[in-house]
């Protein structure tokens, strides 16, 4: 009687453990579960005790990573507040004459890019501007200095 009720409270046992980890393991883990679950139901009447499966890593158990606690970065696409201080810094292009007539262009519009500049116990936004230079001669190029980060 008290070996039928060790071999019943075995058996239990490894239903449980099958049951979570199929409830809370990786979905490869889960399959292997599922299909060592399917055969121990077919060969039980050959075994005497079902061994649980073993996990791919015995070194640490798995540990579903919980979602509250991990939230995803967020990234302020938005302008930088403007109570910040400006440094502002224009970078001209080197040549100014038009490549295709040789005439002085005139300014038609420009890029801006701010960065947040950190130093410590001072917060400031460095402001690069560069000028867009069109001739008004030719309607082929515009002029234009290349970006640089710093």
């Known amino acids: 009687m008290v070996l039928a009720l060790d071999a019943q409270n ?10 979570k980890e199929m409830i809370f393991g990786k979905r490869s883990e889960r399959l292997a579960t599922l299909v060592a679950e399917q ?10 005790s ?10 640490a158990p798995a540990v579903k990573p919980s979602d509250k606690l991990r939230k995803k970065a967020r990234r ?6 403007k109570h910040l201080p400006r440094c502002e810094q224009v970078l001209e292009p080197e040549v100014t004459a038009c490549p ?3 005439g002085q262009p005139h300014k038609i519009g420009e890029d801006v890019s ?3 500049n950190v130093i410590p116990a001072l917060l400031r936004v460095l402001r690069t501007i560069r000028p867009k230079y069109g001739c008004r ?10 970006c640089c980060r710093a």
């Open 76 to 81: 302020n696409i938005g302008a930088l507040p």
């Open 39 to 48: 055969l121990a139901l077919e060969l039980d009447d050959l075994e005497t």
């Open 50 to 59: 079902v061994t649980p499966p073993a996990a791919a890593n015995d070194d």
């Open 137 to 146: 001669g030719c309607t082929d190029g515009a002029v234009q200095p290349k």
């Open 100 to 102: 295709c007539c040789q």
């Open 10 to 19: 075995e058996k239990l046992r490894v239903a449980v453990q099958t049951l």
């Open 114 to 116: 701010e960065v947040l």
